[in-house]
T-cell receptor, first 115, second 113 residues
Framework: DTGVSQDPRHKITKRGQNVTFRCDPI?????LYWYRQTLGQGPEFLTY????????KSRLLSDRFSAERPKGSFSTLEIQRTEQGDSAMYLC?????????????FGNGTRLTVT | DQQVKQNSPSLSVQEGRISILNCDYT??????FLWYKKYPAEGPTFLIS?????DKNEDGRFTVFLNKSAKHLSLHIVPSQPGDSAVYFC????????????FGKGTKLSVKP
């Protein structure tokens, strides 16, 4: 169990630029989740995949956000035309759907700063 | 409208004593509750969970109590250790959807030697 891996750990970008983050889940996990956490808040759900299918999206996920998991393994989260309000920690998590009590295993996150 | 509330932003306890972290929720549809622990610069780590059909779950030094009528749960850590110092998040979901967890804002626990 190598854990959930996220890349990069930190990203600084200028407003208006596009950014892309990558998440590699635990290999035997078929569910993958994206959360966002801002200062002083708990993580907020963005979206999740079961295998390659995106099953649920939060209304927090505006049109500028898109997530993919093309082969049911790693996932990418892209933010287009970044805004200062996008500055946050973006967390990825994975779990195994066949065990309903299986908790989410989180990665260490990608911290995005939009200047 | 916050559905999961942790009203104490911080808590300080002495090593060896009991730590009690509290969490309230508003949505009566929630049927599964979890506690996560988070150290700085790391992602949240699962600690313990409880189903709404139970009122207590214990794992070593950690016990979670659920009071459905009061829509309240608490995490007890006995005895508290300095390594327990972290931010603790309460989370809930419903309908068996493990993905869309609703988190509280967290409580920062400091355990002093």
């Amino acid at each position: 169990d190598t854990g959930v891996s996220q890349d990069p750990r930190h990203k600084i970008t200028k407003r208006g630029q596009n950014v892309t983050f990558r998440c590699d889940p635990i290999s035997e996990h078929n569910r993958l989740y994206w959360y966002r956490q801002t200062l002083g808040q708990g993580p907020e759900f963005l979206t999740y995949f079961q295998n390659e299918a995106q099953l649920e999206k939060s209304r927090l996920l505006s049109d500028r956000f898109s997530a993919e998991r093309p082969k049911g393994s790693f996932s990418t989260l892209e933010i287009q035309r970044t805004e200062q309000g996008d500055s946050a920690m973006y967390l990825c998590a994975s779990s195994f759907s066949r065990d309903p009590t299986s908790p989410l295993h989180f990665g260490n996150g990608t911290r995005l700063t939009v200047t | 409208d916050q559905q999961v509330k942790q009203n104490s932003p911080s808590l300080s306890v002495q090593e060896g004593r009991i730590s009690i972290l509290n969490c309230d929720y508003t949505n009566s549809m929630f049927d599964y509750f979890l506690w996560y622990k988070k150290y700085p610069a790391e992602g949240p780590t699962f600690l313990i969970s409880i189903s709404s059909i139970k009122d207590k779950n214990e794992d070593g030094r950690f016990t979670v109590f659920l009071n459905k009528s009061a829509k309240h749960l608490s995490l007890h850590i006995v005895p508290s250790q300095p390594g327990d110092s972290a931010v603790y998040f309460c989370a809930a979901n419903y309908g068996g959807s493990q993905g869309n967890l609703i988190f509280g804002k967290g409580t920062k626990l400091s355990v002093k030697p």
